[in-house]
């Protein structure tokens, strides 16, 4: 489990949609043990 924590919902879909986490996510495959589930949680204070 990976928790990550971005400043405002851009920064975060920039991340996601990002060549970088992309080639993160190809680096680790073989130690993935299951498909890639996201929840996006948004909190406003």
């Keep these: ?17 990002s060549d970088v986490r992309r080639e993160w996510i190809e680096r680790l495959q073989p130690l993935i043990e299951k498909p890639e589930a996201l929840q996006t949680l948004i909190i406003r204070s």
């Design 1 to 17: 489990m990976v928790i990550l924590k971005f400043d405002c919902y851009d920064n975060l879909k920039t991340w996601l949609e």
